[in-house]
């Protein structure tokens, strides 16, 4: 019984201190290398999404006029950018990404290079294999 307790314990002790994207991430401008914006990521049900919660480098009314859809002319602040990730293993999969500044949305997968990192990586693949992978840094 007493190993079955450990063994119970050690098992929760390992899924609280796991990282995980939950909270406030700073963005980079891929062109400038400035801080571009705060996306946070949030868990509902299964799977992560991640919204615009801050701009750094415009203004807080900016419109998304290249935005696909229902999203075409609305505020950028509040908007699903990161949206359907589900966990596998040690990363996360199988949701998309969406660039407000081409309107153009990619397959997204997201992980932790270093497990005690508050750099979060965040790959876009488009369709036909292209990919950017951008490091996006955790607000504490």
Known sequence: MKIFIITIFALLNVQLF????????????????????????????????????????SEPTKKCDKCPGSKKGKPLIGMLIVENLVPHDDYWKNGTIMDPESGNEYGCSIWFENK???????RGKHWTGIYRTQTWYRIN
Do not use: C
């Open 18 to 57: 796991a990282q995980n994207p939950v909270g406030i991430w700073k963005t980079i401008d891929d062109k400038t290398g400035e801080a571009k914006s705060h996306i946070e990521i949030y868990k509902s049900g299964n799977k992560y999404f991640g919204k615009i919660v801050k701009l750094l480098k």
């Open 116 to 122: 005690k990192s508050n750099e979060l990586k965040v």
